[in-house]
């Protein structure tokens, strides 16, 4: 399995851009997380989706971050406007219902907003 | 979810054993033990976790004390490329457990030096 795909993996934009993340869970896993990493606030869910329905939005900054997952097989995290301080590394992650808390990550998107 | 205290970094000569640390003392029952870890510049990474039975599996080993309130990760002959950022994380495993705020505290830093 090519596990969790996400891209893509370095991008650099400038402030009131947008920005769309993507990610491509593992074939047959029925959750997708969105998390954020930044060395001042660790590592933060934004999202997760079960059966591409989400479920938990909580974590997700401001309105400016949305989230959607139209199939089993793709999901896009969507920065709109983008802003310096949305400036991170993007996991997606993803697991199967019976695999209880082993979740699988992707390599990571990281964004600059400058 | 009980809290977890881990030490802010080891360091551990190459070729030894690395043993990580990890407190929970106010686990509950039926929270499990969970190891990730986290190399530089990629995602997290499931190591292998636990209820009461030590375990062992091609990454490392996982002692949890008779109490269940403290348990050590060993990676048995560390390298180089086992330098990460190791996390432990107490969650309840059930197949309704949608991993929501499965948080990633700070975790041990560990330096496997040559």
């Known amino acids: 399995d090519a596990g969790v795909i996400q891209s893509p993996r370095h991008e650099v934009t400038e402030m009131g851009q947008e920005v769309t993340l993507r990610c491509k869970p593992i074939s047959g896993h029925d959750y997708l997380f969105w998390y954020r990493q930044t060395m001042m606030r660790g590592l933060e869910l934004l999202i997760y989706f079960n059966n591409n329905v989400p479920i938990d939005d909580s974590g997700m900054p401001e309105d400016r971050f949305s989230a959607k997952m139209p199939n089993a097989s793709f999901s896009t995290l969507k920065i709109q406007p983008s802003e310096p301080r949305d400036s991170a590394v993007y996991f997606c992650a993803s697991k199967d219902r019976g695999s209880g808390n082993t979740i699988y990550f992707g390599e990571g998107s990281w964004l600059t907003v400058v | 979810d009980a809290k977890t205290t881990q030490p802010p970094s080891m360091d551990c000569a190459e070729g030894r054993a690395a043993n990580l640390p990890c407190n929970h003392s106010?686990?509950?029952?039926?929270?499990?033990v969970y190891w990730y870890r986290q190399i530089h510049s990629q995602g997290p990474q499931y190591i292998i976790h636990?209820?009461?039975n030590n375990e062992t599996n091609e990454m490392a080993s996982l002692i949890i004390t008779e109490d269940r309130k403290s348990s050590t990760l060993i990676l048995p002959h560390a390298t180089l490329r086992d330098t990460a950022v190791y996390y432990c994380?107490?969650?309840?495993?059930?197949?309704?457990?949608?991993?929501?705020?499965?948080?990633f505290g700070p975790g041990t830093r560990l330096s496997v030096l040559p």
């Open positions: 636990g209820l009461k």
């Open positions: 994380i107490v969650r309840v495993a059930s197949l309704d457990n949608y991993g929501q705020n499965f948080v």
């Open positions: 106010t686990i509950s029952g039926n929270e499990y």
